[in-house]
């Protein structure tokens, strides 16, 4: 009985050494090298990547940019192009698109009566962004129209000189 006692005893301390090493052997286990604690820390996951939002105002820059670059024969057909996209929906993305190209291209006599009409709804509109934007085009033109005023002064007076000049030989 005393032998049957000391065998359960064995037993029980038998099953609980291995409650706090479960999946270990028995035997503890010489490892070649010391553990290095820092090859079990995992570095943190990134974060994940959020789609890019691009604002109207910087879809708006990055058209002028393009228009900036464009031929001449490719400029007058996205004109074009823009004006029947115009005539068909009028939000503020295709009046500016317009007035940008208007702006880019020599202007027409009447251009600038026609782009003042584009960007008056967006410079009382609601968004902050384009109605900034459409300021500065604003600007532009009217820097533009007085560039050519300028220019035609220049060129009449040029043409007079050279009149004074021939009848003076």
Do not use: H, W
Request: positive net charge; aromatic residues 2%.
């Amino acid at each position: 009985m005393k032998r049957d006692l000391v065998v359960l005893a064995g037993a029980m301390a038998l099953g609980l050494a291995g409650c706090g090493t479960r999946g270990t052997p028995a035997t503890p286990a010489v490892s070649a090298a010391p553990a290095n604690i820092e090859s079990e820390v995992k570095p943190p996951s990134p974060a994940p990547m959020r789609p890019v939002v691009v604002s109207d105002s910087e879809m708006l820059l990055t058209y002028v940019d393009q228009v900036r670059k464009m031929p001449a024969g490719e400029l007058a057909k996205e004109n074009d192009q823009v004006r029947k996209l115009y005539a068909k929906t009028r939000t503020d993305i295709t009046r500016m698109r317009y007035a940008i190209l208007l702006s880019a291209s020599n202007p027409a006599p009447g251009d600038d009566v026609r782009t003042a009409e584009l960007l008056d709804p967006v410079l009382k509109g609601a968004d902050v962004g384009l109605r900034a934007l459409a300021y500065l085009l604003s600007a532009q033109f009217q820097e533009q129209r007085r560039a050519q005023a300028l220019q035609q002064k220049l060129d009449a007076l040029m043409s007079l000189d050279k009149t004074i000049i021939e009848r003076g030989r």
